[in-house]
C-alpha cells in the first residue's frame, strides 16, 4: 500500500526566501502530482512527474523527482504573497487512483 | 475552471439520512474519481470509474456507493448519515487512467 509524507505540515516564510517542501513516499508510484489548494477551494494541478530525474518548472515553482529515494521536492524560489496555499503531493499507481500526502500549508508574509 | 462540475455545492442534512452527490467529468474524459476531504483524514480516494465500469475501491464505506451513467456523469450516494461523514466531497475527471486528474469544486456536506 502507497504512504505519502509530506514535511514540513505548516510553512511560514517571508517575500523573496526560498524554500523547498518534500514529499516522501514508500512503495514504487507510477508517477508523482503536485496539487495547490486555496482555502475551500478545488485543487489545481501543478506538476505531474513521470521518470527518475524528471524536473518541472512553472514560475517560482520547480519540482523534482528522485525514484531511488523515493523523494519528489517542491521548490519555491523568491515566495510572493500569491503563493500562499495549501500544496499536496500525491502519488499515482497503475489505477491512477490518487494518494495524498497531507498536504503543506504555506502562508507567504509581506 | 477545471470543467468538472459537482452539484450541489453544499448540502446540510441530518443523521441517519441518504444523499446523492453529482458530478459531469470533463467533455472526452470518461474516469471519474471520488475523493473525500476531512480534517481528520486528510484527502482520501473512495472510488473509481471508467466509462461506466467500477475500476478500483479505496476507503469506501459500505454505506457509500457510487455509479456512472452512460452519458459518463456520476454519482456518489451516501446513506445512514453519521457526523463523522461531514466533509468535502471531490469528483475528478481524466481522459483515462495514467492521465492528469482535474478536479471539481467539491460538495461540502454538513451532518448536523
Known amino acids: 500500500e502507497l504512504k505519502v509524507e509530506q514535511n514540513p505540515l505548516f510553512l511560514s516564510m517571508q517575500e523573496g526566501k526560498n524554500y523547498t517542501i518534500y514529499c516522501n513516499y514508500s512503495?514504487?508510484?507510477?508517477?508523482l502530482y503536485w496539487y495547490r489548494q486555496d482555502p475551500g477551494k478545488s485543487l489545481e494541478s501543478l506538476f505531474v512527474?513521470?521518470?527518475?530525474?524528471a524536473v518541472k518548472q512553472e514560475g517560482r515553482l520547480m519540482a523534482s523527482l528522485d525514484t531511488k529515494a523515493r523523494l519528489s521536492t517542491l521548490h519555491i524560489t523568491a515566495a510572493v504573497h500569491d503563493l500562499s496555499a495549501t500544496y499536496f503531493c500525491?502519488?499515482?499507481?497503475?489505477?491512477?487512483?490518487?494518494?495524498f500526502g497531507g498536504g503543506t500549508r504555506l502562508m507567504v508574509k509581506p | 475552471d477545471s470543467g468538472v462540475t459537482q452539484t450541489p455545492k453544499h448540502l446540510i442534512t441530518a443523521t441517519g439520512q441518504r444523499v446523492t452527490l453529482r458530478c459531469s467529468p470533463r467533455?472526452?474524459?470518461?474516469?471519474v474519481y471520488w475523493y473525500q476531504q476531512s480534517l481528520d483524514q486528510g484527502l482520501q480516494f473512495l472510488i473509481q470509474?471508467?466509462?461506466?465500469?467500477?475500476?478500483a475501491k479505496g476507503n469506501i464505506l459500505e454505506r457509500f456507493s457510487a455509479q456512472q451513467f452512460p452519458d459518463l456523469h456520476s454519482e456518489l450516494n451516501l446513506s445512514s448519515l453519521e457526523l463523522g461523514d461531514s466533509a468535502l466531497y471531490f469528483c475528478?475527471?481524466?481522459?483515462?487512467?495514467?492521465?492528469?486528474?482535474?478536479f471539481g469544486d467539491g460538495t461540502r456536506l454538513s451532518i448536523l
Open positions: 475528478a475527471s481524466s481522459v483515462g487512467p495514467g492521465q492528469p486528474q482535474h
Open positions: 512503495t514504487t508510484s507510477d508517477r
Open positions: 512527474l513521470l521518470s527518475n530525474g
Open positions: 500525491a502519488g499515482g499507481n497503475a489505477g491512477n487512483m490518487l494518494t
Open positions: 467533455s472526452g474524459d470518461l474516469s
Open positions: 470509474y471508467y466509462n461506466g465500469e467500477e475500476r
